[in-house]
């Protein structure tokens, strides 16, 4: 590989999924894994096997479906947990085990209780355990951009002589600023012995606003990987947002003189899929996919853009995957016009799934005139909810009052056929319609979080709902689309509960994210 390619790795599944409200299911991780895949990203990291057996199973899941990319697991200086990443990762042609202990003064004493040469120690014992199973081990000194730059240098020598190929140096609690950590990679690269045999990463948290100028400075300084996440998802204020780090490479390449494998085409479909997914929508100010990225409203702006678009615009829409215009179909459109947006989407739907949303999409259309991309997605990521039984909402009956409680009346068909209705009083609309729910499905839930997000433009847009809700102390989330918001937040309620009972069917005793180990993408 040329020195000046930049290597991204993407971690939304294991630092951006472990965000709260972040995490997904199997079938989730694997949608987010393909569209990586084809934003060529060099290497997933696609959870944590330690953490959970239902991690474990998605890195392994992920993993044999050999998507392309290096597929890495993350695994503490342990025994245990290297294996684990190891029986998880080996599936994948290319894969790789990424050790990490912290090493900071903070870490060491309060954290770990851990003297300097003991860390040296359990990460040297664990670099070589993991160089016995794989050839391609990454090493992270946590919380680095704290620690003492002399300490610091000595670790990173020790992980390179017990065979890192990639050490990575993360700004674990987002502290540091671009000149500090510049000087910090050219301290490295200046003390370390054999620092060009290996490949020297960066990995920042946001925490200060500065996660992406940190990895660009890290990058100026000789850093060859970028360790980032779609729409900068992660814990706390999240980490380096990949769709930004890749634009300012791209965009200012006579600056950076260096290149990634990114397709930029499929960036804004794959940050619409993670947002989709997580509920997480980005601010509408967001660098790059934010919904006012490539809008330019004030008049003077729009004159020069007129005139030459590079007045403005330093970025074209469609370098990103935006499309000029998002107004896709109608009331008139055929199967094919609509199996061929959803592909230029990243959607691709087998048969039965195209079929089911396609009957989706004409109930849609009959309600609203222009049925728009974000439309689309909706569709898309209901499919396989609700429609997945056993219960489907047959109808959903309202009557709000200034000052009487709401009733809700809902009739649901069961997958035998068979129909309930029932109907319940309620503070709101929302509360009727959800506990109307519960009396005819005998799941129970408490609504921790209601969100409403639109999907597409105009009155008459759908609303997106995604709800959080706990069943037996579990927390799970779902999401529902209608043109009518009280109907959406009830097929994200039952999306939920069709997810409970399916699980009860099985006898299964997983946690959510397994609960649909048996789907496909
Ligand atoms: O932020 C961090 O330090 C990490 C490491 C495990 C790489 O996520
Ligand atoms: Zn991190």
């Not at 294991?14 to 199997?26: H, I, K, N, Y």
């Not at 392994?60 to 947990?81: M, S, Y």
């Not at 009733?407 to 319609?433: C, K, M, Q, R």
């Amino acid at each position: 590989m040329s020195d000046t390619h930049i290597k991204i790795f993407d971690t939304t599944l294991r630092d951006g999924e472990q965000a709260p409200g972040c995490s997904m299911t199997l079938r989730e991780k694997l949608r987010v894994a393909k569209a990586l895949s084809e934003l060529n990203v060099d290497i997933i990291e696609a959870g944590f096997p330690a953490a959970s057996p239902g991690d474990f199973e998605s890195v392994k899941t992920i993993a044999e479906q050999n998507f392309g990319p290096v597929i890495c697991g993350l695994a503490r200086c342990n025994t245990a947990d290297i294996q684990k990443v190891y029986d998880a990762v080996r599936h994948a042609e290319k894969h790789r085990i990424h050790v990490f202990v912290a090493t900071s003064a903070i870490h060491r004493e309060h954290k770990l209780k851990m003297a300097k040469e003991e860390i040296i120690k359990s990460a040297v014992g664990a670099i070589k355990l993991a160089r016995e199973l794989v050839d391609d081990v990454e090493f992270s000194p946590e919380d680095a951009s704290r620690t003492e730059l002399s300490y610091l240098a000595e670790v990173v020598s020790a992980a390179i002589e017990a065979g890192a190929t990639t050490v990575n140096i993360p700004d674990t609690v987002g502290y540091t600023v671009p000149a500090e950590f510049d000087r910090l990679f050219r301290y490295l690269n200046d003390h370390v012995a054999r620092i060009e045999e290996i490949t020297l990463s960066v990995h920042c948290h946001d925490d200060l606003g500065m996660a992406v100028a940190n990895s660009l400075a890290a990058v100026s300084a000789g850093a060859r990987q970028i360790e980032c996440t779609i729409n900068g998802i992660g814990e706390r204020a999240g980490n380096c947002s990949l769709e930004e780090a890749v634009m300012a490479i791209k965009t200012r390449a006579e600056f950076f003189n260096v290149e990634t494998g990114i397709d930029t085409t499929r960036l804004y479909p794959t940050s619409r899929l993670v947002s989709n997914i997580t509920g997480m929508h980005p601010p509408r100010n967001k660098a790059i996919v934010g919904e006012n990225a490539f809008a330019h409203e004030a008049g003077i702006h729009q004159h020069g853009m007129l005139q030459h678009a590079s007045t403005y615009e330093i970025m074209r829409p469609e370098d990103i995957g935006l499309a000029k215009s998002s107004l896709v179909l109608g009331k008139h459109s055929g199967r094919h016009a609509f199996r061929d947006r959803l592909i230029e989407l990243g959607f691709e739907l087998d048969e039965f799934e195209t079929n089911r949303t396609f009957q989706e999409f004409k109930k849609l259309a009959d309600k609203k005139k222009d049925v728009y991309d974000g439309d689309l997605e909706s569709l898309v990521m209901s499919a396989g909810g609700t429609s997945s039984g056993p219960w489907t909402l047959q109808s959903l009956e309202i009557q709000t009052h200034t000052d009487r409680p709401a009733t809700a009346a809902v009739n649901l068909i069961f997958e035998d056929g068979s129909e309930v209705s029932e109907s319940a009083h309620g503070d709101g609309p929302i509360a009727a319609a959800f506990q109307a729910l519960e009396h005819a499905t005998g799941v129970e839930l408490v609504l921790k979080n209601f969100e409403l997000h639109s999907a597409s433009i105009g009155e008459d847009a759908q609303g997106e709902v995604t709800v959080s809700v706990e069943h037996d102390g579990q927390s799970f989330r779902g999401r529902g689309a209608s043109v009518d918001i009280v109907e959406a937040g009830c097929r994200a309620c039952l999306e939920v509960m069709n997810r409970i009972l399916r699980r009860k069917d099985r006898g299964a005793a997983g946690t959510p994210a397994d609960d649909s180990t048996r789907a496909t993408i």
